[in-house]
């Protein structure tokens, strides 16, 4: 059963850089046929897809987060990462990291991790 | 404000039928792109309900997606308890170049 599990500071200060990674288990991230994504969900609020990555390093970004967005894999220990940069209040989410179901980006995300809230305070 | 825009709440009876409607553009759902469902119970992830015109495995066939021009729509049949969540639909956008979400319909079961 893949498993996916994000890791990473539960607390930012504005202007600092957000990293997370996600270990991925039951699976392999190298020379698999999916996008490897992350999406966020601010407190009481909707759902924002971040970017998604191919194992290759194949990068997506979402052009609102494009200039601050930086996704990398790691495939020798089956991670993916976000880095997301000058963050403020509003980038307090809880973050997902999730797989596609296929490799494009009109694929729907089937397996998701539970997610970690990230507050973005001093 | 979300690319797709969903209700924010719908309600129903316990064995109703109940839809949620996710409308959209000519840049997502009426360019052809899929239509996903998600259900989220709270404090947990998006669960994938309806994806790419069926339902996973396990996912009751109660769960059905439908789409039309710029719209799509989930429906709920035989309504239980269990059901009440967050349900949240989801496209590719030409113009983003990248996935959209709506922003969430919360349904309340009676």
């Known amino acids: 059963q893949l498993q996916l599990q994000e890791s990473g500071p539960g607390l930012v200060k504005p202007s600092e850089t957000l990293s997370l990674t996600c270990t991925v288990s039951g699976g392999s991230i190298s020379g698999s046929t999916y996008y490897w994504g992350w999406i966020r969900q601010p407190p009481g609020k909707g759902l924002e897809w971040i970017g998604s990555?191919?194992?290759?390093?194949?990068?997506y970004y979402n052009p609102s987060l494009k200039s601050r967005v930086t996704i990398s894999v790691d495939t020798s220990k089956n991670q993916f990462s976000l880095k997301l940069s000058s963050v403020t209040a509003a980038d307090t989410a809880v973050y997902y990291c999730?797989?596609?179901?296929?490799?494009?980006?009109?694929?729907?995300?089937?397996?998701w991790g539970q997610g970690t809230l990230v507050t973005v305070s001093s | 404000q979300s690319v797709l825009t969903q209700p924010p709440s719908v309600s129903g009876a316990p064995g109703q039928r109940v839809t949620i409607s996710c409308t959209g553009s000519s840049s997502n759902i009426g360019a052809g792109y899929d239509v996903h469902w998600y259900q989220q119970l709270p404090g947990t992830a998006p669960k994938l309900i309806y994806g790419k015109s069926n339902r996973p495995s396990g996912v009751p066939d109660r769960f059905s997606g439908s789409k039309s021009g710029t719209s799509a729509s989930l429906a709920i049949t035989g309504l239980q308890a269990e059901d009440e969540a967050d349900y949240y639909c989801q496209s590719y956008d030409s113009t983003v170049s990248g996935s959209v979400f709506g922003g969430g319909t919360k349904l309340t079961v009676l």
């Open positions: 990555i191919y194992y290759s390093g194949s990068a």
């Open positions: 999730a797989r596609s179901s296929w490799a494009g980006l009109a694929a729907p995300f089937d397996y």
